[in-house]
């Protein structure tokens, strides 16, 4: 029972118990961004006369690879350097090397999964929206494609207020409308840019 609570505690100590928390955070905050920008990508295409679906898709994905890469490789630097202070200052406390311990393995993976989770989140957030464009000029038009991905857009910024709520015990729905409040905003102001 002892060595399960000391075990405990270091666990905590090394910040270890925080590897979800965190990188459900870069997901949401990037997939924010990712839904954001989408929607002016989405808007700003449509209103300087972009020709098809397709065309839309492409601007949208060369959008998301650079945010995606943006998220992974951002996040990568961020927590390697967290890490390696830790680790600096914990090989300090505890006067030993900890290179090549179970402790450097679970910091680096908890490095891995916080770049990988930063990454999906603006992945997610633009690639879902850009979904209405796959049926330009089969059964949509590309105003009614436009308006749709922004809706979707919306409807995902709504999904991560309300998620966000929940785990922190507030009015999901309050919170979702918050951040899906966020993307009209966006496509108003998108409008009203000059072309």
Do not use: C
Request: glycine share 12%.
């Amino acid at each position: 029972m002892g060595a399960k609570s000391n075990s405990e505690s270091l666990t905590e100590r090394l910040g270890l118990d925080r590897i979800g928390p965190i990188a459900r955070r870069y997901f949401v905050s990037n997939g924010f961004d990712g839904a954001l920008t989408g929607v002016g990508v989405t808007v700003g295409a449509y209103l300087s006369g972009v020709p098809d679906g397709f065309t839309v898709i492409r601007i949208g994905l060369g959008g998301a690879v650079g945010l995606t890469t943006s998220g992974v490789w951002s996040v990568w630097e961020i927590e390697r350097a967290e890490m390696r202070a830790e680790l600096h200052d914990i090989e300090d406390a505890m006067l030993t090397d900890l290179s090549d311990t179970q402790i450097e393995r679970e910091k680096t993976s908890t490095q891995v999964v916080n770049a990988v989770m930063s990454g999906l989140g603006p992945l997610f957030g633009m690639v879902l929206p850009l979904t209405p464009f796959l049926f330009e000029g089969v059964v949509l038009s590309l105003f009614h494609a436009t308006l749709i991905s922004v809706a979707l857009a919306v409807g995902v910024l709504f999904a991560f207020g309300a998620y966000m709520a929940s785990i922190s015990r507030q009015q999901w729905y309050v919170a979702g409308i918050r951040m899906g409040l966020a993307g009209i905003v966006v496509a108003v102001i998108s409008i009203f840019l000059p072309g």
